[in-house]
């Protein structure tokens, strides 16, 4: 790692820091009582939602589990039902393997040493960095998303920094530019920069305090920094899923396996085809569909697919002769909700059927 000389060579980290005295963030409810485990914890949730939606949701989180071996003990359904709605599950999947890690074979704390954070799964080295920055002001850069595109304009740095030439070009900047002192602080300053005034469209530089130092708005590149991604066709899937619904107004609820999209969630059964839902009801719960109707389809937006959702409402004629209860099915009562995990796409399916039942009466 480079000296104090040369990582103040750009002035970056005392403009930086100034602004952030005045003008940072300091009451979100990480930034109170810093540990490494909830900087972890916000880091995670941050990863992919806006800081608006985690407040409520890592509030939570730490009620349910207010110290890492919390959350190692608990059971996995517990950790995926506070992480629903957060999307991107296998997110809260690593955070509860790596408690588990921890707990086991690193006496319950997180270790304060970069190598060993990284080795935990679903730790990178910018999420390292800012557990060991933010929490215990060690000199270690981060690249999240909002740094990356501070330092890309700062520096004018070209090439999508998704390629490892490019990355390591970033991870040089960062690392220089990183202080001495006050590293938390300055952590933080930049990531506000990035997510307040160096916005990924219309940044404020007139209220930059890099301004008049930054290579791309001296060179008029602000916009195409950094940048994108070179462009692929998305990937797009299909799926039918059957709201299975009993003469009592319950939904079946089927466990997905502990991988792959819904990874260890609770969804709706997916069969083949429309077609197939009579054969689907005699193999599995023994009993004849009273109606199958199609429902509007819904596009939802994974990372690297798109997936339609066809749901098909099928109503019961009777009583599953199989009930099907146990570790891999689950009756599921819309009015009193089992606490269990369930993807956000397929919890708003359940909500609207409830909501149209309710109309129906
Ligand atoms: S001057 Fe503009 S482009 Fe440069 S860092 Fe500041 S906000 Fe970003």
Same mark, same amino acid.
């Given at each position: ?95 509860? %393997? ?54 890309? %304009? ?146 939802? %937006? ?45 919890? %708003? ?13």
């Amino acid at each position: 790692m480079s000296g104090p000389g040369e990582s103040d060579r750009f002035g970056i980290a005392p403009a930086l820091l100034q602004w952030w005295d005045v003008n940072g963030r300091k009451d979100l409810p990480w930034q109170q009582d810093v540990t490494p485990y909830r900087v972890w914890v916000s880091e995670i949730m941050l990863q992919q939602t806006q800081v608006a939606t985690v407040v409520g949701y890592f509030d939570r989180f730490m009620q349910a589990f207010p110290r890492l071996v919390d959350l190692a003990d608990a059971e996995t359904d517990h950790v995926l039902h506070q992480w629903s709605g957060l999307g991107y599950y296998a997110r809260a999947r690593n955070l509860h %393997r790596s408690a588990g890690i921890v707990r086991d074979t690193m006496g319950g704390e997180l270790p304060a040493d970069i190598d060993q954070l990284v080795s935990l799964p679903g730790i990178g080295r910018s999420t390292a960095g800012a557990i060991l920055s933010l929490a215990l002001n060690q000199r270690q850069p981060i690249l999240d998303g909002n740094v990356k595109r501070v330092l890309a %304009r700062i520096f004018a740095i070209e090439g999508w920094p998704g390629s490892s030439r490019v990355a390591k070009l970033f991870w040089d900047h960062a690392e220089r530019c990183t202080p001495d002192q006050r590293v938390a602080h300055y952590t933080q300053a930049i990531m506000d920069l990035g997510a307040s005034v160096c916005t990924r469209s219309k940044p404020q530089c007139c209220q930059c305090p890099m301004s008049g130092a930054c290579a791309a708005e001296r060179l008029g590149i602000v916009g195409d920094l950094p940048t994108r991604r070179p462009r692929r066709e998305r990937p797009k899937r299909a799926a039918v899923l059957g709201l299975m619904v009993r003469p009592d107004g319950t939904i079946l609820l089927e466990k997905r396996a502990g991988f792959g999209i819904w990874g260890g969630l609770w969804g709706l059964p997916e069969i083949d085809c429309i077609d197939a839902i009579p054969d689907w009801c005699a193999h599995h719960v023994g009993v004849a569909a009273k109606s199958i109707q199609s429902q509007a389809t819904v596009l939802h %937006r994974f990372t690297h697919f798109d997936l339609e959702i066809q749901p098909v409402t099928v109503r019961l004629d009777k009583d599953p002769e199989r009930m099907m209860d146990g570790d891999q099915w689950l009756w599921y009562n819309i009015r009193q909700p089992a606490r269990v995990g369930i993807a956000a796409p397929v919890s %708003r399916l359940i909500t609207e059927f409830g909501e149209s039942v309710w109309d129906e009466k």
